[in-house]
């Protein structure tokens, strides 16, 4: 689960296996998230978005699921690479804001 | 071309101090924001302007006041900077104020104060 802390959580994966990044959101009425991709002194960059009627959205080598039921997303990154290394947060659009989860860190290693 | 530039980059001053930090979209946005990010990565929104309205202000100290001259910029103006000041503040923009529109990040202007 995530934790806040000083240290944000990380996932280490191997170069080229996939990596599922996962994210608990708060708010039920919540009808749009995002996830986005924070490199080292960047600002948090997008990657892919889904709305509330879907439970499963593809990109390139990305994929979103949402499981309303249980309040959770997840981000899939098929074969990591070393560019994928970052700090990855969700976010949920309510009430016209949208509210960052704690961020997890993906480190990944040859 | 960057499509939303802050500056600037890195802004050292002591405690006390007024000090402004600009922000320019070339995206052609309606709305645009000024987020906080603490040393923890936290992200949260500080305030919302569509076209130059303030729309959101998540209960921010009055010390903080943002300025939309025109929907390309919106500044913020910090007055009598504390400590806990001490962040990076993010500026980012989006079509519209809907809820279903992602949010354009700049690259963040990291607020140190001695």
């Known amino acids: 689960g995530e934790s806040v802390g000083l240290h944000l959580p990380t996932l280490s994966v191997q170069e080229g296996d996939n990596s599922i990044i996962n994210c608990a959101y708060s708010n039920s009425a919540s009808d749009y998230f995002i996830w986005y991709k924070q490199e080292s002194g960047k600002g948090p960059q997008f990657i892919i978005d889904?709305?509330?009627?879907?439970d499963k959205r593809q990109g390139q080598r990305v994929t979103v699921l949402l499981n309303k039921t249980v309040k959770h997303l997840s981000l899939q990154i098929a074969a990591t690479q070393p560019g994928d290394s970052a700090v990855y947060f969700c976010?949920?659009?309510?009430?016209?804001?949208?509210?960052f989860g704690t961020g997890t860190r993906l480190q990944v290693f040859p | 071309d960057t499509a939303v530039s802050q500056t600037p980059k890195y802004l050292v001053t002591q405690m006390g101090n007024d000090k402004s930090i600009k922000c320019e979209q070339n995206l052609g946005h309606d709305t645009m924001y000024w987020y906080k990010q603490d040393s923890k990565k936290f992200l949260k929104i500080m305030f919302s302007?569509?076209?130059?309205?303030?729309?959101i202000n998540e209960t921010v100290p009055n010390r903080f006041s943002p300025k939309s001259p025109d929907k390309a910029h919106l500044n913020l103006h910090i007055n009598s900077l504390e400590l806990g000041d001490s962040a990076v503040y993010f500026c980012a923009s989006s079509l519209g104020t809907g809820s279903n529109q992602p949010q354009h990040f700049g690259d963040g202007t990291r607020l140190s104060i001695l």
């Open positions: 976010a949920e659009s309510y009430t016209d804001k949208l509210i």
């Open positions: 302007y569509n076209n130059k309205e303030l729309i």
């Open positions: 889904i709305r509330s009627n879907m």
